[in-house]
Structure formats: structure tokens, C-alpha cells
């Protein structure tokens, strides 16, 4: 049997994957294995903090979980509508034992997920995931009475949360005179992003800022950026930001329209940790899907770079063993330790903002640290993925590769976590150099490792 739980939480369609049965169960079990192992043994019985994006099917698949902890014995605190990162910041603000995020993220929206986080706010490893599944539908004693979870709602706590992301700017960080464009993909970033950057002095012009529960990710947001890229340009803006549906990501185009991507975003960050000395081991954490030119934008600057495995869950991983301060991706998740325990694409686009309020540079000029080398991706479907990373004749055409490329470019071939398919990623100093290679060693690839 398949694994339940994939990269990020359990994932699939609403009501045919992801069913209320599905979501009710998967509750109970997470109030048993996280309840145990939560920290506040003060209280009398487990706390849960409940969130969701503004999907549809949030509501009944909300009842559900809702429904599944309160049943064994767990009390509940609905949050309504919040960002993820807004979820696992609140799960330690209000010392509660475990959260659950109903979101799928920049997935479109017949689609959505479940999303835990334990005690302290952070993203379940495998072991408890694991945990979890194994505890699904064994029997239990249900409490009666008195000892059933009760039920609440605290909408006040999104209000906490932006106070939250505020202050990690400290007191000397207005951002008046920045014009922002903020594109909040009708998702839950509507309800946080604009009271955020318009408290700290910013004149903001929003758009997809208005959720119907049937139009988030619709054509904007993080994965659709022409209408941000318009609207900067014509409304003669500084900086525009993209968020995803849940707001644990964040991309951005300069006043030109030009696009900032997830690597940029992580230089600009790193540049400025070092010079406040706040950068600790001089690292930062990127994975290996990170381009090659920020990775030697680091090493011009002095900074090491971590690579981990692609996701978010490894960057931060990374960051908790070896006491790292920052670390992303190149697709928006950006993961600031000393205020967030996961992606947090407002605070991202934040602390963005601030810098270049406190250096008086454009984003042009603070993404010029870094210049992108070309690459080309090709996903080459219906492989068998453990033979592939084992041929000798593929490991050996990429070695030669990567030999041929030396410095001014590489190779990563990864296989998918859920598909049949090998991600064939070349990097080099021109597209047509990359688009050769990529294409060539996807050919070896179908040929030697085809279903």
C-alpha cells in the first residue's frame, strides 16, 4: 500500500481522494500520536489549532477534522481563514499540541490537503507521519461526557499573527516610499498581506485579493505572474509580490516587470544577515535544484551553501540540525528561522521590502547579485526511476556531462517522489548548450530505463 502522506501533508481532490472519511480518521489518529508526544502536559486534555485557505472544500473537510479531534478528546480553537505559516505560528503562540492546515497549497482548486504540525509549530517528520498512519482505524476508547473535546473559535488570532510578522522588522523599518503591487492569489495571504505591509507604511495596490472560495490560484498568484508583472509596470510600482494560495511562498518582479525568483530572494536574504552578522555558520541552506549562479554568488560573497534534497521539509531539516538561520527554494519557499518554523511568503516579501527601504537600491539592483545561468528541465514520464539512478551507462553519460560542462555548468537527474518520471535538469552558459545536453541524456534515459 501507497504511502498516505506525501512531500507535504496528505494531498489529493476533494471528495474523491481527500474525503471527509479520509480527513475524520487521519484526525483521530493525529490526536493520539500527537497528543501523546505534545508538551504542555499542563493542560487537562490535548489543544488543537485548526486553519484553512479559502477553498470550498476547506468547509466540510474543516467539520471533519474539527469533528475528528473533538471526538477524541481533544479541544479545538478554529482560526478560520490563515496562511500555513500563520497555523504553525499560532499552534506555539497558543502552547496547543498539535495543528492542522486544510490547504493545498498553489494546486488548483478542486484540489486539497491536510498539513500537521506538532507542538512548537513545526512540520511532522516521518517517523510521527508514519506513526499516524499506522494508528488509522485501530479501535479506541471514546470518551463520553465531560471528556469530549469542546469546540471554539478565536478569529482574533489572524490579527496576532500580523502583529507577529510585523514585528520581525523591528522598530526602524518603515517602508514608506516603497510602492508594492501584492498578488495574493485569492487565497489566504488576502486576509493578512495588505493590513501587513500598509502597518509598516507602504502604499499597496492589491490584486486577486478577493476569495470566493472557487478562484484561488485561478490564473494568478505565484504560478500565473503576467497580471502582477502588468500591473507593476503600469501602476509604476517598486516591487511586486506573488503568493500562493496558502502563503507559504512568495516570488517577486522588480519595477520593470523582470521576474525574482526563489534563489534571488535567498541571496538578497543572506547578503543581508551577513552584514547585520546574523548569518550563523556564514550558511545558507538552498537544495539541489538551486541555480548554479546563486551558488557561486554565495561563494563571491563568502557565504556557504547547504544543498539538501528538493523540499522544503529537508531545507528546514538542514537548518534544525546545524543551527542555520535561513533556507529555500528556488520556487518561492523562503524559511527564516528566527521568525518562522516554515515557508512564510509575507514575511518573506517583507523583509524584501525593508531591504531595499534600508539600502535605497532597487530590486533590479539587489537581484543583480546573482546572475541565473540558463537551464532546462525535462520530465521524461514512463521510466522506471530506481533503474535509472543505477545504470551504469546513464551514470556514466552524466558524469561525462558534467565533465564537459565543468564550472560553468551541471547536471542533476532526480527521479519524481509520486510519478513514474526522471527530472532531467541541465544547467550551462547558454540555453542552446543546456537544451543539448538535457535533451541528449533525456533520450539515453527513455532508452535504457523504459517501462
Not at 167 to 196: F, Y
Request: aromatic content about 4%; overall charge negative; some cysteine.
Amino acid at each position: 500500500m501507497a504511502r498516505l502522506f506525501g512531500t507535504d501533508g496528505v494531498r489529493g481532490k476533494a471528495n474523491t481522494d481527500l474525503t471527509a472519511e479520509l480527513a475524520l480518521d487521519l484526525s483521530v489518529a493525529a490526536a493520539h500520536v500527537l497528543g501523546e508526544v505534545g508538551l504542555f502536559k499542563d493542560k487537562a486534555r490535548p489543544r488543537a489549532l485548526v486553519g484553512r485557505d479559502p477553498r470550498a472544500s476547506g468547509e466540510f473537510l474543516e467539520a471533519a477534522v474539527v469533528a475528528g479531534l473533538a471526538s477524541a478528546g481533544v479541544d479545538v480553537i478554529r482560526v478560520g481563514i490563515v496562511p500555513t505559516p500563520g497555523v504553525a505560528y499560532l499552534v506555539n503562540e497558543y502552547r496547543a499540541d498539535l495543528g492542522v492546515m486544510l490547504s493545498a497549497s498553489h494546486n488548483p482548486m478542486p484540489d486539497n490537503g491536510i498539513k500537521f504540525f506538532n507542538t512548537g509549530g513545526a512540520k511532522l517528520d516521518d517517523a510521527l507521519e508514519d506513526a499516524i498512519e499506522q494508528r488509522m482505524g485501530e479501535h479506541w476508547a471514546r470518551p463520553v461526557g465531560a471528556d469530549v473535546g469542546r469546540v471554539s473559535d478565536d478569529l482574533g488570532a489572524l490579527e496576532a499573527y500580523v502583529a507577529h510578522l510585523v514585528s520581525s522588522l523591528g522598530r526602524d523599518s518603515s517602508l514608506e516610499g516603497i510602492k508594492v503591487v501584492l498578488d495574493c492569489a485569492n487565497g489566504a495571504s488576502s486576509m493578512t498581506a495588505v493590513a501587513a505591509f500598509e502597518t509598516q507604511g507602504a502604499e499597496v495596490v492589491a490584486i486577486h485579493n478577493t476569495p470566493s472560495g472557487l478562484n484561488i490560484n485561478e490564473n494568478c498568484g505565484s504560478t500565473h505572474m503576467d497580471d502582477l508583472r502588468r500591473v507593476v509596470v503600469e501602476q509604476g510600482a517598486d516591487l511586486g509580490l506573488a503568493f500562493d494560495g496558502d502563503a507559504d511562498r512568495c516570488l517577486a518582479v522588480d519595477a520593470e516587470g523582470n521576474d525574482v525568483d526563489g534563489d534571488q530572494i535567498l541571496a538578497i536574504l543572506a547578503l543581508a544577515l551577513k552584514e547585520e552578522h546574523k548569518l550563523a555558520s556564514n550558511t545558507v541552506v538552498a537544495t539541489i535544484m538551486s541555480n548554479l549562479g546563486f551558488v557561486n554568488a554565495m561563494r563571491d560573497n563568502g557565504i556557504k551553501v547547504d544543498q539538501t534534497k528538493v523540499g522544503d521539509r529537508y531545507v528546514l531539516e538542514s537548518m534544525n540540525a546545524n543551527g542555520f538561520m535561513l533556507g529555500g527554494e528556488q520556487s518561492g519557499h523562503v524559511i527564516m528561522s528566527e521568525f518562522a518554523t516554515t515557508g512564510d511568503g509575507v514575511l518573506t516579501g517583507l523583509h524584501l521590502a525593508a531591504r531595499m527601504a534600508r539600502t535605497g537600491k532597487s530590486m533590479k539592483e539587489l537581484a543583480g547579485v546573482m546572475t541565473r545561468l540558463p537551464q532546462v528541465l525535462i520530465n521524461v514520464k514512463n521510466v522506471d526511476k530506481l533503474r535509472a539512478g543505477i545504470d551504469p551507462e546513464i551514470n556514466g553519460a552524466v558524469a561525462r556531462a558534467n565533465h564537459e560542462l565543468g564550472t560553468s555548468g551541471r547536471v542533476v537527474l532526480r527521479p519524481s517522489g509520486t510519478e513514474p518520471v526522471v527530472r532531467v535538469m541541465v544547467e550551462a552558459e547558454s540555453t542552446e548548450r543546456a537544451q543539448e545536453v538535457a535533451d541528449r541524456l533525456a533520450e539515453l534515459v527513455r532508452e535504457r530505463a523504459s517501462l
